[in-house]
């Protein structure tokens, strides 16, 4: 007598050693509604080598009864798309923990160079107290005016100051300065801008080949549909960004 066969996709693997699910879909014919409809059944598979992935179109085949549910192994893979589907997640993974730590490396260089800046205003408020107190004369018991003298050259040496109050610029604060890596994120960044001037007169047959056959559509429908055509660098913007 043949064995009972049937091809079906795993949907669950790892749960149960050496064991999956595997769907099997069948098309019947219902009298009650005159038409075709497809019924699944679940099956729970042997599978020896635990080499399953979900996503796997599989042969499976009838043997003795390993348990009262499973009586069925795998005897064959027609398409191995779960092991490509593992892969293509291994890969994300590996994606991630690089962007991760590209993330982290910036948040630290980041961190460092605001400390910087608020070191250099301590010691700015500190040099302006210090003079304040040199010119008024305000001194503690303990402390002279040599060595406010030389605390004061301390900091001017430190930053390059050659008289105080100076004129010069001693800080480079960039605090208003747009922060972007790639013409990408410098559309996001002006994004709000690049749909203002889209929706400028100026610019309507413009917007209309952007939109195509969605002008009629609502406004927020529109919106969406021109931030991916903004996102999309290989279209051309009609004017030019800030710096």
């Not at 064991?19 to 020896?48: A, G, P, Q």
């Not at 250099?120 to 003079?131: A, R, T, V």
Request: charged residues 35%; aromatic residues 10%.
């Amino acid at each position: 007598m043949a064995r009972q066969n049937f091809v079906g996709l795993v949907v669950s693997q790892g749960k149960m050693s050496k064991t999956v699910k595997v769907r099997i879909s069948n098309k019947v014919y219902d009298n009650r509604i005159d038409k075709e409809i497809v019924k699944r059944k679940d099956y729970l598979v042997h599978d020896e080598g635990n080499v399953c992935k979900e996503g796997d179109i599989v042969r499976i085949e009838s043997i003795p009864k390993i348990s009262k549910r499973k009586y069925f192994a795998i005897a064959e893979f027609k398409q191995n798309k779960g092991q490509q589907f593992a892969q293509y997640e291994d890969l994300a993974k590996s994606r991630i923990k690089e962007e991760q730590q590209l993330f982290l490396e910036s948040f630290k260089n980041h961190k460092m160079e605001f400390n910087k800046i608020i070191t250099q205003i301590s010691d700015m408020k500190k040099l302006d107290e210090l003079s304040y107190k040199l010119r008024n004369g305000i001194n503690d018991d303990s402390v002279n005016d040599e060595v406010l003298i030389n605390e004061i050259n301390d900091i001017k040496a430190k930053y390059n100051i050659n008289s105080w109050p100076t004129t010069e610029s001693t800080l480079e604060l960039e605090v208003n300065k747009p922060v972007y890596t790639n013409e990408e994120e410098k559309r996001v960044f002006f994004m709000d801008f690049i749909l203002e001037q889209l929706n400028n007169e100026k610019f309507q047959q413009y917007k209309s080949n952007i939109l195509g056959g969605n002008v009629d559509k609502k406004k927020n429908i529109q919106k969406n549909l021109m931030r991916t055509w903004i996102l999309n660098v290989n279209n051309e913007l009609p004017f030019k960004l800030p710096e």
